[in-house]
């Protein structure tokens, strides 16, 4: 107990006093080495100390459950936010409710602590895993098949916009002309007439004052790749949110 509390005094002792410089040399060696501070004596600091760390737990609880308390608060933090010190933070409170969990859940269970803080420690993680705001899998499967469907609603609209042949606007005849099928094609058809991007008249297609401006803007901006010109599109199309 003493030998832990001790590593972890000074553990926290020089995280406190030389946060900046670790963050700085972590994230842009070059900058770190440009305002003075010295990237690889930082570098070898902080892996000394990582071993000191590692060492030291070890011995207190053992691989499996040093390898688990170093990875999966770590990893589930950094799917939460990407600022550093709520990551430090969050990680911290993960470390400490699986610990605690996991040491009721072997209690309750009369089963190994390291196991169950382990387990308490993999399901944590799966399920930020899971349902993360921005970057879990099921938010990164939704962005990724509205960009799908708004990468068509462009290709719909360029369509439009380069073509003034009534029989190639015809609402019957755009999957031919496009090359989709039919839901595809009544997906991107139904996204265009609810953002008021197309009209139709007699079953032939057109473009709005919106429609035809937003593909215009979507096209500068896949030319030049400034963001001015697609500012007030990022809250409504996921496409353009990078």
């Known amino acids: 107990l003493w030998v832990t509390g001790t590593i972890l005094a000074i553990t926290i002792g020089l995280l406190i ?30 892996m000394t100390m990582a071993s000191i760390t590692t060492v030291g737990a070890f011995d207190a609880v053992g691989a499996i459950l ?20 709520k990551m430090l933070g969050l990680a911290i409170a993960f470390g400490v409710f699986s610990a605690i969990s996991g040491y009721w859940l072997a209690h309750w269970l ?68 496009i090359n989709w099928q039919k839901v595809r094609a009544k997906t991107v058809l139904d996204l ?18 919106k429609g035809d401006e937003f593909t215009s803007k979507a096209i500068d901006y896949i030319i030049t790749n400034e963001d001015a010109q697609i500012e007030d599109m990022k809250d409504d199309f996921f496409l353009f949110r990078g």
């Open 66 to 85: 040093v390898v688990a308390l170093m990875i999966a608060p770590a990893a589930s933090a950094y799917l939460l936010t990407t600022d550093l010190k």
């Open 17 to 46: 006093a030389f946060f900046k410089e670790l963050k700085i040399s972590t994230f842009d060696a070059g900058l770190a080495a440009s305002l003075g501070f010295s990237p690889a004596l930082i570098h070898y600091g902080l």
């Open 192 to 209: 265009a007439l609810k953002n008021n991007m197309i009209v139709i008249n007699n079953k032939i297609v057109s473009l709005t004052q």
């Open 110 to 177: 009369d089963a190994s602590i390291a196991g169950s803080i382990t387990t308490m420690l993999g399901i944590l993680f799966l399920i930020i895993y899971l349902f993360a705001p921005s970057k879990g899998l099921i938010a990164v499967m939704y962005r990724e098949k509205q960009q799908r469907t708004e990468v068509s609603l462009l290709t719909f609209l360029l369509h439009l916009k380069n073509h003034s042949e009534e029989r190639e606007r015809h609402v019957n005849h755009l999957q031919e002309h």
